[in-house]
């Protein structure tokens, strides 16, 4: 697809290839024939997702500093209140096995940049299936895409700034513990991740205009060159599937209209 705007999020779920259009405010699914549905509108910057183990829509709500869940019948309702965690909203989140949200916020004003000090001021957030919300990582910088290991045990985290995806334990209670390095991407900035079946990372880069396939540790097993920013990725099997659009900066994200994103797919 083409034509969009900000484009970033994707997930394979349900047989369909499901991403989100900052831009116009939309969460749309896209099956195997090219059908397309807008199944969620709602205006929000950003507009992240993922699913719950019931197969229901968990999505991040800037405007409102909640977590939303699309109900059966489409409707958008309460899940869990961020607003005590950041007076600058939520960014990416991923759902675990057990149904926990790990939600993070960059905690700064993106227009202006952080603050100065060697501690950044990102987080990641734990959200239990009850709606209780608390912090369970801190100093990242502008923490980004989010992926879970296939065991459950390993949340992997793109520190953007820091140029590195950062991965942490999960404990049973869903606490997070023994933080190590799990990549060092050089000068690369990470955006959106997803793992594939060999435990590798994809990451897109925004100003890089790529996706790269990097093992723990740091090995490049494979770049996949862009014509614009990559924002995100997701994997179906032997099937890549990138979000990607020109990017203005920081300053101009309001205002600028050019974006042309493009959800595309890669064969593997």
Known sequence: MSGLGLVESPRWHDDRIW???????RIIAVDEHD?????????SLPLCFDFLPDGRLLLVSNQRHA????????????????AALSPYGPNDIVVDGAGRAFVNSVNFDFATGPPDGPTAPGFVALVRPDGTA???ADDLAFPNG???TADGRTLVVADSY???LVAFDIADDGSLSGRRLWADLGTDNPDGICLDAEGAAWYADVPHQRCVRVAEGGQVLR??????????????GDRLYVTAAHWPGPADLATFDDWDGRLLRVPL
Do not use: K, N, P, Q
């Open 19 to 25: 991403f989100s259009d900052w831009t116009h405010g």
């Open 35 to 43: 059908c397309v549905e807008v199944v969620v509108e709602h205006a």
């Open 67 to 82: 977590l939303l869940v699309r109900e059966a019948d489409g409707s958008l309702v309460s899940y869990a209140d961020l």
């Open 134 to 136: 608390r912090v369970v």
């Open 146 to 148: 989010m992926a879970v």
């Open 162 to 164: 820091r140029s590195r």
């Open 223 to 236: 770049t996949v060159e862009l014509d614009r920013g990559g924002f995100a990725s997701a994997i179906d």
